[in-house]
């Protein structure tokens, strides 16, 4: 778990997911994943893969491949994956807004947190291609959850590491299984389709609110989750 510049305190918090959210990631874990697969023997789909990019390479694991699999082999397929997506670092952009929108809610009174499932090391790389670290108050990785998306684990590391309630929290999130870890806190999360998921999947997941991409969201702050949430903490 890493956190960012030391700040006073503050009582509310916006969580967002990293990949297909805030860095445009999600067909590279796509393409990642499917390579890791083709080298270990299977031949999983590529749209199978993308539903199912978000949650815990364990668990997309447990999802793609045979239960009756030599699951020794399991995390050479992941090893395989990190060295595939690794070679991709270099390519990755943020999403258009992305770095304004962190800055826009710390600037707005709350704080800021990274809440992704990826492995340390590619989270540092997504952080430095987001460029947000000034306004970062902490980030969670794979490493800080025992159990990955759909559980809440690392949103529930998120708000320890930040001090706030779950009350006092949105997340902010691309893929059905990041709304499904926030419902599960009865945390309000905002859908962006720009991972590729539609309105109607994140909608039905339970997403409060759906709009494109971070810029999208970041035009139309003062309307949504987040500017309740900010506006709730100024009237305290």
Not at 101 to 121: I, K, P, Y
Not at 223 to 236: C, K, N, P, T
Request: proline letters at 4%; glycine letters at 8%; hydrophobic letters at 45%.
């Amino acid at each position: 778990m890493t956190a960012g510049p030391p700040r006073g305190r503050r009582r509310a918090a916006v969580l967002f997911d990293v990949d297909g959210t805030l860095v445009d990631s999600v067909y590279v874990h796509t393409l990642a994943w499917w390579q890791a697969f083709r080298q270990a023997g299977y031949d999983v789909p590529m749209a199978d893969i993308h539903r199912s990019v978000g949650m815990g390479g364990d668990r997309i694991l447990a999802r793609l491949l045979p239960a009756d699999r030599d699951t020794d082999r399991d995390s050479e397929i992941m090893t395989s994956h990190a060295a595939v997506f690794s070679t991709f670092w270099p390519s990755l952009r943020p999403l258009d807004g992305a770095r304004e929108l962190l800055e826009r809610c710390h600037d707005g009174g709350l704080a800021v947190a990274l809440a992704s499932s990826a492995r340390e090391r590619d989270l540092d790389v997504l952080r430095a291609v987001v460029g947000g670290d000034a306004v970062i108050d902490a980030a969670t990785s794979s490493a800080d959850a025992k159990e990955s998306k759909p559980a809440p684990d690392i949103l529930v590391a998120a708000l320890k590491a930040l001090g706030v309630r779950a009350s006092d929290a949105v997340y902010v999130g691309d893929a059905v299984w990041d709304i499904y870890a926030a419902g599960n806190l009865d945390i309000p999360a905002i859908g962006l389709t720009c991972g590729g998921t539609s309105e109607a999947e994140l909608r039905d997941a339970g997403a409060v609110e759906i709009y494109a991409s971070p810029r999208a969201l970041l035009d139309n702050l003062a309307d949504s989750a987040i500017g309740e949430l900010a506006a709730r903490v100024r009237r305290s």
